[in-house]
């Protein structure tokens, strides 16, 4: 994830999709964050999922931006958007 922001914020943060893929990468970066707390920290599986859902969609939103900035940087995201499906599946597993 890092390497991909890399990729992306190396084009220049004076442009303003830079600026913009950027804070929606920051963005999924608090819902992945924000994931945890809910599903560990307040044992709520059901919240959980419906933040998952929001994230894989930020996660998207993330990969669309940065494809059209840096095809490498999109690609690199692609196992991150697979590995919060199948989270959410466990997710939806746990909590019903």
């Known amino acids: 994830m890092g390497i991909a922001a890399f990729l992306v914020w190396r084009k220049g943060l004076e442009r303003r999709d830079i600026k913009m893929a950027l804070s929606i990468f920051i963005g999924q970066l608090i ?36 494809a059209k900035i840096s095809r490498p940087a999109a690609w690199i995201l692609v196992p991150y958007i697979l590995w919060v499906s199948f989270a959410a599946y466990l997710n939806y597993g746990s909590g019903y």
């Open 31 to 66: 819902l992945n964050t924000l994931w945890s707390i809910i599903f560990f920290g307040l044992h709520s599986p059901g919240g959980a999922l419906i933040e998952i859902v929001f994230l894989w969609l930020t996660i998207l939103a993330t990969i669309i931006v940065f």
